[in-house]
């Protein structure tokens, strides 16, 4: 018998043995309704259940002990989960009503091998392929096929670099589309490209062998992820494409995963007793693609990477899907999915929140994004179905070793675990982790001291938050001095006040515009950080369900530094005609180049070339400037690469001033040199003013285009009568933190740690080019630090990298407050159980959780979660 329809069989059986046990009413699981804080298991639950190691009794003792459990069940990810995983989890809450039981669920894709029976060969997200040219005889076994484009298929691939890809072919309908009704799976063993051919074995993954014609059919690669382990496979992507192909019952992708996944939490369904799930990933957009490959997700065989008529056809799929399956569910079922990344999924008011896998993001150890991350939960606390539940699953990856594909999982200091474990209980989010405390042995799962009242065990003693959380930031003075109306300027958007002058309205200058942006020039900085605050709501974007809201993103830039905000435009103008986009063909080229080096000087620099195959004509960039009103420059740095072969001689180089009734020259010359030359050009004609700057370069007035790679280095705006910006001050690399936006006014913090003294620019992007409103911009030197009080302790959060100093007296005027008394194997010099003062100092990024007087002697019995009512 097949193992996983042995693993079923088996885990059918332990559960037609139990007596019926369902779901409990949401509303009375602690780790939704309980007080502060709460917290479950995690993943270690699914592990030792298969592991085999712990008998039932010893494994129940280990997982009771918080709110409840996390894991995988099924066998979509790890083969070999089902058969010990669900008898575990479904005797676990009959035992514990109380206790959430939670399936962690891949989002993306399963494993082919596993239950694809329901779905149809059209339903997976393949790449784009290319004909078949020669014929296809159905016969078993290997075999080679001879085809269009061998580049767009891949062998040693996959996270370990050990596996080929999986192949889907199909023969092309009447309309020249491929068929799917009549298709054949293989498995890719080799690549020919010289010969153009592929060696596959056939039939696969099901499927029999079948006949194709030379031209008439067609050839693609899966579009895959994983493997997510060593025994493991390669993991299919479902094509939640609203334009996905149909089956012979005109069912989506989605419409089959819907009813796989629910007659399994139905009545007599195998997860019947679990209170909901998550899905893990669960991404906006398609992932993968590059060396010319993209996802087809309308299954016509040409790449479209979801999107279709400017419309993500593949995100809205994803929310669709969502909401067939929360009807199919109700209401007392939990559903929640991957949100920590703007690539995540936007099914807000479909799922009840969010898991943030390491917070604020994976790779982000230093707690860069602190602000992104509380801007999030924030969101989904205000705009997820009730009963609202997102949690931090604290976890963090070596960033080097993610680039790469790898995971290797970091242990960092425990004041980094409590400033995490603080952002959680500022936007009333659950935790779990996988970074276990000090003092956990192998085989054992520790419980941070924070989370159970160090040496009082009591879980949930913090009680319910008496007040939202108190953001000092805003008590220093604004930068501003409230006058934001007056120094935002647009760059691709336009701007008018509403609200009798104390809100903006921001709306597009092109009907098919797809993002807004904005600039508040020159804010200059003391030293030390800057904390950035607005509200801000906007019109959904046209073609998508009105509650799927848009990205924004708060940033900064070095004033008057070109080279880091967005382009307006890159193209060329052949000699004659007018401007039109870059086109490979004739060697038009425009690049961007982090750092470039001539002749032993280095830049950052646009990277240009004129067109020249068979044509002459010019390159150009533009983009938006902002002119201050004090004696403005424009600098910059010009060169041509000493790399080429062949002596150029020179190009021409123009910059002008575009308005829509022509143009105003500011420089023009004509550059030899194979190093850099420095620069500059008097902006005074136009102080006060934000205009359309173009850069053009073009081969000189004999045509000649030999060498004339040209690079454009650090290009600037500067005013008054100092000199340029040292090179200590641009070293600092720009940062921008994101938020989400929709149809109510929603409150955003954006904190950028030890960015003074300096002058910058704030940058302001919003997606999509429908109206967004904007009001209460401030913008304060000061760190954003938080405090927050309970009805037994209170919360106190540094992000920042000097202490923080909290005046508590003030804050929280009647609490008698004191540390907690740690555990022996956790931080007692921290936890040492003392009585605190009129101020409390929090060490760089650190938080502390003090407990109020008398709030030891609570009557929670030890370990056991009070039921503190709704929250």
């Not at 779905?119 to 080679?144: I, K, M, S």
């Not at 999915?337 to 479909?350: E, K, M, V």
Request: proline share 6%; glycine share 10%; net charge neutral.
């Amino acid at each position: 018998m097949n193992k996983s329809f042995s693993s079923v069989f088996a885990a059918a059986a332990f559960i037609s043995s139990l007596s019926p046990v369902l779901a409990a009413d949401l509303h009375e699981l602690p780790v939704v309704s309980g007080g502060e804080p709460r917290a479950f298991f995690f993943r270690q639950s699914e592990g030792l259940a298969r592991s085999g190691r712990l008998p039932f009794e010893n494994w129940e003792k280990t997982f009771l002990r918080l709110d409840g459990i996390m894991g995988k069940t099924l066998d979509e990810e790890v083969p070999g989960t089902q058969s010990p995983n669900i008898p575990f989890f479904t005797r676990f809450k009959q035992a514990h009503p109380k206790q959430a039981v939670l399936l962690h669920f891949n989002g993306n894709a399963r494993d082919p091998r596993w239950e694809c029976g329901g779905f149809f060969a059209g339903h997976w997200l393949y790449f784009n392929g290319c004909r078949v040219t020669a014929d296809v005889p159905a016969q078993p076994g290997e075999a080679v096929i001879t085809i269009e484009d061998p580049s767009l298929f891949r062998v040693n691939m996959g996270r370990y670099g050990d596996k080929n890809e999986d192949i889907g072919l199909c023969a092309l309908g009447d309309d020249g589309k491929p068929d799917w009704s009549r298709s054949e799976q293989l498995e890719l063993l080799a690549v020919d490209a010289k010969a153009k051919t592929l060696r596959v074995k056939r039939g696969a993954f099901g499927t029999a062998p079948r006949a194709f014609a030379a031209s008439k059919a067609y050839i693609a690669a899966h579009q895959t992820e994983g493997p997510w382990g060593a025994k493991s496979n390669l993991l299919w992507f479902y094509n939640y494409s609203t334009a996905c192909p149909r089956d012979a019952k005109g069912r989506t992708c989605s419409d089959v995963l819907v009813a796989d996944i629910a007659r399994r939490f139905l009545p007599g369904g195998s997860l019947a007793a679990f209170d909901g799930l998550e899905f893990d990933v669960l991404s906006f957009r398609p992932h993968g693609g590059g060396r010319g490959r993209a996802a087809d997700t309308d299954g016509d065989g040409k790449a479209d990477s979801g999107g279709s008529g400017g419309i993500n056809t593949y995100g809205v799929g994803v929310y669709e899907f969502c909401r067939k399956l929360r009807g199919k569910l109700g209401d007392n079922r939990l559903i929640m999915a991957d949100g920590h990344s703007p690539h995540s999924q936007r099914s807000f008011g479909i799922l009840n929140g969010i898991e943030s896998e390491g917070w604020p993001m994976l790779t982000d150890s230093e707690i860069v994004d602190w602000s992104g991350g509380l801007n999030r939960h924030e969101f989904w606390r205000l705009h997820g179905r009730a009963p609202a539940l997102s949690y931090i699953n604290h976890k963090f990856i070596d960033r080097e070793a993610a680039r790469t594909g790898g995971e290797k999982m970091l242990q960092v200091p425990l004041n980094i675990s409590r400033l995490v474990m603080a952002a959680g209980l500022f936007t009333d989010s659950a935790f779990t982790y996988c970074i276990m405390p000090l003092g956990t042995k192998r085989a054992q799962v520790g419980i941070y001291d924070e989370l159970r009242m160090g040496t009082a065990n009591r879980i949930h003693w913090l009680g319910k938050p008496l007040a939202p959380p108190v953001r000092l930031a805003l008590r220093a003075p604004d930068l501003l001095g409230g006058r934001f109306t007056q120094r935002l300027r647009p760059e691709q958007a336009k701007l008018e006040t509403c609200d009798d002058g104390h809100a903006l309205k921001i709306t597009a200058l092109k009907p098919d515009a797809d993002k807004l942006t904005l600039t508040l020039p020159a804010l200059a900085l003391p030293e030390g950080d800057l904390f950035v605050h607005l509200r801000i709501k906007a019109e959904p974007m046209k073609g998508y369900p009105a509650a799927i809201p848009r990205l924004a993103w708060v940033g900064w830039r070095h004033a008057g530094d070109l080279m880091q905000q967005p382009l307006l435009a890159a193209g060329m103008t052949l000699r004659g005609q007018k401007d039109e986009p870059l086109r490979d063909e004739v060697g038009a080229r425009f690049s961007i180049v982090d750092k470039i080096t001539v002749a032993g000087e280095s830049h950052r620099a646009y990277a240009v070339h004129p067109p020249y195959r068979g044509v002459t004509g010019s390159t150009f960039w533009e983009t938006t400037a902002v002119i201050p009103a004090d004696k403005p420059r424009l600098t910059f740095f010009s060169a041509l690469t000493d790399k080429a072969k062949g002596k150029s001689d020179g190009v021409g180089l123009k910059i002008e001033v575009r308005r829509d009734g022509g143009a105003e020259e500011v420089l023009s010359l004509h550059h030899r040199e194979k190093q850099w030359v420095a620069r500059s050009a008097d902006l005074s004609r136009w102080a006060g003013q934000t205009v359309r700057l173009r850069f053009t370069t073009d081969p000189g007035p004999a045509g000649n285009t030999v060498a004339d790679h040209t690079f454009w280095g650090d290009v600037r705006i500067e005013s008054g009568a100092g000199a340029s910006a040292a090179p200590d001050k641009l070293a600092l690399t720009p940062q921008r933190i994101m938020t989400w936006v929709g149809g109510e006014w929603f409150e955003s913090g954006f904190y950028f740690r030890n960015l003074g003294p300096r002058t910058v620019d704030l940058t302001f992007e919003f997606e999509g080019g429908e109206p967004v409103y904007l009001t209460d911009l401030s913008a304060h030197a000061a760190a954003d630090a938080i405090a927050r009080d309970y009805e037994h302790g209170v919360v106190l959060a540094n992000p920042s990298t000097r202490p923080f100093t909290f005046d508590v007296a003030n804050l929280f005027p009647n609490a008698k407050l004191r540390r907690l008394q740690a555990s022996p194997e956790q931080d007692r010099s921290f936890n040492d159980g003392s009585a605190v003062g009129a101020t409390v100092t929090v060490g760089p990024r650190d938080a502390v959780i003090l407990g109020k007087e008398g709030a030891e002697r609570l009557r929670v019995r030890p370990g056991v979660p009070a039921n503190r009512g709704s929250r």
